[in-house]
């Protein structure tokens, strides 16, 4: 394999602590190593040099992703590019097609991208589109908090049981790490209810979401596996939901991490945004990001990413099923829903984020504010729950948001009701500003931590995977705010495990994309095996051995992480 | 000694059967039983075992007559077909696996070709409603274990889905419809009496055309408003009725087919009726779903989708994805003349299109990739016979609900036929040497 060295750019790795100093970063066979011999040498003095950018929170594959396209011709419209050389055809907006989804990806610098919400009955789904999606390395978290296994085991506090069954099911879906969304409300709104409280009883499974998620995190440490709980919690979307926010975080209070992957949280708390909001109603909507991060600064043990709303027409789309008809509801544009027996369901909505609307405008600040009263940027990190709050090709403009305050004075001064949001709000008085080594901890190397990657991304650490980001941007320089923007929508150099991908600002190669997934061994367990029987003859319209993703054709390229959890 | 091959997957309706049972000969060849299917799906096991079917390609002559020839000429035919047209129509999809769809799409994205599923002459309507205003569904399970208000709309599942009510629908035990059917109420309407009709508890027998009215009327009904004093047929004190039973109901859900979706008013019935359902989740949860016909037409649709943004008739022939039913649909630019090839893949238009519309496909280079004779296969210049997916070569389908399931192999084609999606490579190679890409 060809060698590569990348000479004088300024270099930002945070689990080096290099900030921005002048060095050089040496690639071979796919690794990045201290150095090479006769290498292909690119020039990148003035420029920014990163580890490739991970995304732990994104909408990019699978059935309800699918809904939103093929419900949306309108996404479509003006945006359409043919195909070109061996790049296929792309299209989409808020919902980009898979091909789209991986070139958008790798011209921002990412290399690495995780499906936020998988129903493990649709898993096909999710690696056929993660199959078609090219260059980035992909996981899909299969949805736990509503399934019929984990309710009926946990309400009997059957931990090592949840353990075995979700050891079972991140097997046959070939899933990363256990996601819930709305523990407990998604399954009520099988009757169309749900649960807004962490106490509020789930209907008939006479479980409470609290109890839905100390479970969970208890197996989950059981297992050890590399990444946390992954938690969308409830009351989603709601005025005055950061008290039911405060009281899911302290769920975790008290819980250690035990992994072998070098992880430290046991609870990662997904698209805080949504879930930081005061007031009572709409009217006197306001922000509370500063009790939400306060509460995320002290404790060790959480991680969170922000979901920042990005002020565009979207498409939201979520597990939390009874949230997606309370939207439609709000805003009468249509509204899909796909309930999934034992296990979840879905719901997608357009949605506009109208900088003439003051609630958009105070969404928008919550989420700057969350990022900007944090202080440990490595457990704080980029998303925006894409494309749920907006596009993830909008994150450099967010980052032109968070690394200056002139853009946000400027997008402030823009709103319609620019001073209700300013008196909601504390946006306009915070004048930090991101420096590019934070940005490297919230984009690299504090995602690859807490999904307990480190040993392979976010970093340049010799050893590590040689996936390299090379920005045309001088961080010596004064620059305006839009330049920050293009510099990080287009990168001059990428490579991904080694491969060049992108090479002066062109994709060249569709790479060698991985799909990510965790096996974990645990004991035998033959009442569990017994009650996966059981359920699938009588409740399931599925066979059992017709359930498990098998097959190149799912996975080409396979990587698998072992975990050994047998006692 | 036979063997017995279980939970396979029936390569027939949307329904997507997966508990078949096939016995085989011990030299694994030949199919010796079918166990569990419907009439249609042993049919379609037992078919693939006819001794007098196609198993080489075959080439039509001057004289109206077939000539055997090999794959071989059969993908140079193609090939070059492809790589001469302007815009060639790609139609069909329906009855193959995922993977060979993905390989079609890219050969029409090389030759600028479009790409129209069955859907077009089937629940396309239902697409553009749910493009309209979306649609609140759910996977069959969700039916099985919580429904107790089960409407069928325009739909005849005794007939064309015959395991549908057994497995998903009126009949099965789930979890919280412990009773079965005793738990359930049913509601059919039909402007005709059905096989389905005669299990209904309730039955509405729609003036034919005046589904939209009707459906309306249960929307006004819901909400208590003033009715005309008859519907569509149907006495006003009857649907109020029914709106409050529909009410009552814990979870309940509309199956609609080919009777409101290629009827009049089309796409504004499904409007309707997916209004209606969102409606009802005012009082309680209520789901709708299209009764989707072949077994992966939801497949070519997912595919599409998430390949190119579009569920059917969607026209490359720029190189990007173009999508406006009523002009880049098959019939669309069929009897207008703006495709000067057909490509057509398992499904058969010969059998199901206008006349004006097959008339066109005879005259038109054409190629035919289907494992049976079918009318299209006798109109085309080039007959391709193949694999049966699901029974001869595995591969993703899209149940009626999305839900995708692998399908198996039970047995070998007869030697040396290729699969759908192997011929497909094949084409594809060539057309990228053809076209100078990479």
Redesign the interface.
Known sequence: MSEYLIKNGFVFDPTQKINGDVKDVAIQDGKIVDKVAKPKVIDAKGMTVMAGALDIHAHVAGPKVNIGRIFRPEDKLFNETPRKGMMRSEGGFSIPTTYRTGYAYARMGYTTVMEAAMPPLFARHVHEEIRDTPIIDEGAYPVFGNNWFVLEYLKNREIENTAAYIAWLLRVTRGFAVKLVNPGGTEAWGWGLNCLQVTDPVPYFDITPEEIIKGLIEANEYLGLPHSIHLHGNNLGNPGNYTTTLDTLKLAEGYKAKNNFGRDVVMHHTHIQFHSYGGTKWADFESKAKEVADYVNRQKNISIDVGFVTLDETTTMTADGPFEHHLTELNHLKWANADVELETAAGVVPYIYSPDIFVSGVQWAVGLEIALFSKDMMRCHLTTDHPNAGPFTRYPRVLKWLMSQKARDEQIKAFKASDKVVSQSQIAEIDRELTLFEVAQMTRAGPAKVLGLSHMYGGLKPGLDADVAVYDFNPEKEHKPDEIEKAFSHVKFLWKTGTPIITDGEIISHGNKRTLWVNPKVNENPQVMRDIHDKFLKFYTVTEKNYEVTGKHFIPNPFVIEVDATR | MTKTI??V?CPFCGTLC??IEVVVSDDGKKIVEVMNACAIGYEKFHHSQATDRATRPRMQQADGSYKEVSYDEAVEYTAQMFAKSKKTLMYGWSSTN??AQ?VGH?IA??CGSVVDNTATVCHGTT?IA?????????????I???ADRILFWGCNPAHAHPRHMS??SIFP????TGKGQHSRKVVVVDPRPTDTSKMADYYFQVEQGRDYELLQAFRAALKHEWLPDVVAGIPKERIYEGADMLKAG??GIIFFGMGVTQTLSKNHNIDAAIMLT?DL?EY??F?IMPMRGHYNVTGS???L???????YAVD?S??????NPGDTTSNDLLMRGDVDSVFVIASDPGAHFPWTSVKKISELPSVAVDPHFTPTTEICKLHVPVAFVGIEV???A?RMD?????TRKVVDPPEGMLTDEQFLEKVLHRVKELKG??
């Open positions: 279980t939970d997957i997966d508990d995922c993977e993905s890219e994205e090389i697409l749910v493009q309209d205003v979306g649609i609140p569904s759910c996977t069959l399970g969700e099985k274990n919580r497995r998903y035990r789930g979890f919280f814990r979870f969102k989740n309680t949860k789901n649709g997912e595919v989708g998430w390949q190119f943004g579009f569920p490359i720029r190189g990007f994805a173009r999508y595995g591969g993703n899209y999305n839900v995708p399931i692998d890409v990479h």
